[in-house]
Structures are given as C-alpha cells and as structure tokens.
C-alpha cells in the first residue's frame, strides 16, 4: 500500500511539473499617464495560435488611503490582437478626480460574450 501511494504521489508530481504553465492571456501592461485621471495600458496575446477579440475595457479608480472608489469607467475597443502582436490604450476617468494620499488603478479586460480575460493593478503614492 505505501509503495502504491508512493508512486502515485512521484507520478501525479511529474505531471504537475511536466505541464506547461499558462500565462494570463493578454498580457497588461499599466503605467501612469500624463494626468492622474489617465492610465496607459499594454494589451499583448500571448498565445501562437487564435486571435485575440477584446472588446471591453474598465477602469475603477480607488483612493488608497480609504479603499473608496473614485471613478468608474468603460471602454468599448472592438479590436482584434493577433499572436505575438500588442495594442497600446490610453483610458481617462471623464471627471476629474479629488486629491488623495494616492490611487489605485483596476483595470479589467473582456473579451466576446462578456468574458473576463485579465485584470491588472497600478499602485501611485
């Protein structure tokens, strides 16, 4: 029985390790933009083989000292990202935002049919 139970633990560890790890698909990429109500996004597919539709992008801004959200906005883009290829995103809040100790930046990615395929965060004093 021990051998047993020895050699399906060795087994079920070599295929663990023996699977490829996945990536979260598109790649984001977040950086402050020229204002504190824009943020600049990287979007890149990653995968070699289908192309990538994405078709909504979100962006919740929050204060960091007091986890309030800020600012809520959605961005219809309809592009395709081929394999290996990237698009650049410059996302703004439509109001301005209040002063605060800092901000959180969400951004949420959706590609066809509502699905979520990432999200990323930005963290600014």
Do not use: H
């Not at 399906?8 to 698909?25: E, H, I, S, W, Y």
């Not at 959200?69 to 209040?98: D, H, T, W, Y």
């Amino acid at each position: 029985m021990k051998f047993i139970a020895r050699s399906l633990t060795m087994f079920l560890l070599l295929v663990g390790l023996a699977t490829q790890v996945l990536a979260q698909n598109p790649a984001v990429r977040m950086s402050p933009g020229a204002t504190k109500e824009c943020v600049k996004a990287t979007l890149k597919n990653l995968k070699p083989g289908p192309v990538l539709v994405v078709t909504v992008v979100e962006l919740a801004v929050f204060d960091q000292k007091t986890c309030k959200q800020l600012c809520a906005f959605r961005r219809v883009i309809n592009q395709k990202i081929e394999p290996c290829q990237s698009i650049a995103l410059a996302i703004c809040c439509p109001q301005g935002l209040p002063p605060a100790s800092g901000y959180i930046y969400w951004l949420r990615v959706r590609g066809t049919g509502t699905s979520l395929l990432t999200e990323d965060w930005l963290f600014t004093p």
